[in-house]
């Protein structure tokens, strides 16, 4: 429980005008931000840093075009699958080519970048992440938000947030092929099947995705949110069962998955410039 005490502090803030936020009409009036002395603008600054390090770490990342795929092991990073363009290293595009050569300003990966994107923008968990980092709505419990007034997700552009349901099933198609990566990925240097330090990474990381994936809330509501009796749904229950389970831990697995990608990037990034040699273990 956080930390609250009855002493005035030392530096106070104007309110805004009331509105319908915590100064709303029939709130109780309270001049100062909050009445909290712990260090309640940690978790914020930290949830902040750690969304920004990751944001400015993709983007560059899905960009430069650079060090994305070993081809003697069949590693591609998932910042770059599916890579459907001309424009893609050669024997990166697994499925194909679906467009020709691409001008430097659109990513290569850009047939999901942009939907994943959104998928986890309207998370329920990055929304809480965000809305008290970034906008400060509100940035803790018990302190008073700057905003005046607040209309929810009723307009634009929070009312795509209602749209996170169709993000999920694209999520789900992505975290297919994030599948079919990792089984390439068991490929050896002299052909036949082999397995590396980087097949190991990108395995967990796609295994991890899809429990994030799968611990949605959407999922959830899809595997049995309109079921009124679950005893006639025995299969259904226990898949809402399971994923109910996941669902507890989807703040941890929100932030496992950030780490994942950027560690699976990463040590492809290391390998395809030569940096260092694949840790292989089977051929």
């Given amino acids: 429980m956080s930390e609250l005490t009855s002493e005035p502090l030392t530096q106070q803030t104007t309110a805004p005008e009331p509105g319908t936020g915590v100064f709303g009409t029939g709130r109780a009036a309270m001049t100062m931000r909050t009445l909290r002395t712990d260090r309640w603008w940690l978790p914020p600054l930290i949830t902040v840093v750690g969304l920004a390090a990751f944001v400015i770490y993709a983007t560059i990342r899905a960009f430069v075009r650079t060090a994305y795929w070993v081809n003697d092991y069949h590693y591609l990073t998932p910042f770059y699958s599916p890579c459907v363009s001309t424009s893609c290293a050669e024997g990166s595009s697994h499925l194909g080519h679906w467009v020709g050569a691409l001008p430097v300003w659109i990513p290569l990966g850009f047939m999901v970048l942009p939907f994943l994107l959104l998928f986890r923008l309207t998370c329920y968990y990055y929304r ?156």
Avoid at 152 to 169: C, S, V
């Fill in 128 to 283: 809480k992440a965000y809305y008290r980092a970034v906008w400060f709505s509100p940035p803790a419990c018990a302190v008073a938000e700057p905003h005046a007034k607040y209309s929810g997700e009723t307009r634009l552009p929070l009312i795509i947030q209602n749209a996170h349901r169709y993000f999920f099933y694209i999520a789900v198609l992505v975290s297919v092929i994030n599948t079919y990566d990792a089984i390439i990925a068991f490929h050896g240097k002299s052909g036949g099947v082999g397995v590396g330090l980087g097949t190991l990474i990108i395995l967990v990381n796609a295994v991890l995705l899809w429990t994030y994936t799968l611990s949605c809330h959407s999922c959830r509501h899809i595997a049995g949110g309109r079921l009124k009796h679950f005893s006639a749904h025995p299969v259904r229950y226990w898949f809402w069962t399971q994923v109910s389970k996941l669902n507890t831990r989807h703040m941890q697995l929100a932030w496992t998955t950030l780490g994942t990608l950027v560690l699976t990037d990463f040590y492809v990034m290391l390998v395809a410039s030569n940096t260092i040699s694949d840790l292989r273990f089977v051929n």
